[in-house]
């Protein structure tokens, strides 16, 4: 707290806005995302102790990194969003090698938890698993109560049916919306459409978790099908029936109440 109250004194940055940058961070970027906590390294590289300039950090927040794994966060998360955690991974990156600058979480935010969760138990459990960061989570293509990350359809259409077959829905169906992309230099990948335009078009793809948001320009493109053999059932398999149940209750619970 020491090193954070110093960096937080040196600058005009609000405390709150680089705790709910941290919030952020933690929601979308690190542990289970990529990056490490507190800017460390992790399957992204390491923010902390760089000093990076604060236009560059804006720009790649929004814009991305082309052909990497760094989405652009652009209309996926608020602007508000995007200026704390710029603000809060700026500080990261002006810290030293001491222990990652740490502010508290506002109230019912953070890493999702079944503590943290206000409703039935087994909807608590579920919540924890959709949104858990040590794992390919739910989250990363789907968004629930004000979390996640909105790409994939949404969920109603699993809401409406019984816990058995919601459960036989998620193990057994085809991802709707998918598509094949094949590239002129022969890259083939998994992808759900983006926004177009005459000359580009933008593709989450899903070779990685969470999927990568890429640009490409038409002439780059050989062919766009749908993509029926890509299986929902090879991402879900690593859960459990009970962990299953556990999210279905969870997913209802923040749809209608009950």
């Not at 600058?101 to 969760?117: L, N, V, Y």
């Not at 919306?177 to 580009?200: H, I, P, Q």
Request: proline share 7%; charged share 20%; glycine share 8%.
């Amino acid at each position: 707290m020491i090193a954070i109250a110093f960096l937080l004194a040196q600058s005009a940055v609000e405390p709150s806005m680089v705790a709910r940058g941290q919030t952020v961070f933690a929601q979308n970027c690190s542990v289970g995302y990529c990056h490490g906590v507190g800017g460390a390294a992790g399957r992204g590289p390491r923010l902390r102790g760089r000093n990076l300039p604060k236009d560059y950090l804006d720009r790649v927040t929004h814009e991305g990194i082309p052909s990497s794994a760094m989405p652009a966060w652009k209309g996926r998360l608020s602007d508000a969003d995007i200026r704390a955690v710029v603000e809060y991974v700026s500080m990261l990156s002006a810290a030293t090698d001491a222990p990652p600058p740490m502010m508290p979480m506002p109230a019912g935010e953070g890493p999702a938890t079944a503590r943290s969760f206000n409703g039935p138990p087994e909807a608590g459990r579920g919540f924890a698993l959709f949104f858990d960061p040590t794992r390919d989570h739910c989250g990363v293509c789907h968004s629930m109560g004000g979390r996640g990350v909105a790409i994939a359809p949404d969920l109603a259409e699993t809401v409406s049916k019984s816990q058995a077959d919601a459960i036989a829905l998620i193990r057994s169906t085809g991802a709707r919306k998918v598509v094949r992309v094949k590239l002129n230099d022969g890259e083939s990948f998994a992808a759900l459409r983006g926004s177009e335009t005459k000359d580009t078009v933008k593709l989450y793809d899903l070779t990685s978790a969470p999927p990568v948001l890429r640009t490409l320009e038409r002439s780059e493109v050989e062919s766009i099908a749908d993509d029926p053999s890509w299986r929902h059932d090879d991402f879900v398999q690593a859960y459990t029936a009970a962990e299953l149940s556990d999210i279905v209750s969870y997913l209802r619970w923040a749809a209608v109440g009950k």
